[in-house]
């Protein structure tokens, strides 16, 4: 039985791929949220108010 073939690494791999869905979900709620006439800044700011993390 060949051994498993890797991209990065056994660890690597699997963080790398959170890593892209991570960045394309975010990609793809900041060209939404620009659609709908709103900054990066405002984005950035209602997601943080969302999860707890604002300083307001």
């Known amino acids: 039985m060949p051994a498993p073939t890797y991209i990065i690494s056994r660890v690597g791999d699997p ?28 984005t950035i700011e209602a997601g943080l108010r969302r999860i707890g993390l604002s300083k307001k």
Do not use: D, H, Y
């Open 15 to 42: 963080i790398f791929a959170v890593l892209i869905g991570v960045s394309a979900a975010a990609t793809r709620i900041n060209r939404e949220e620009k659609a709908k006439g709103r900054t990066t800044n405002e």
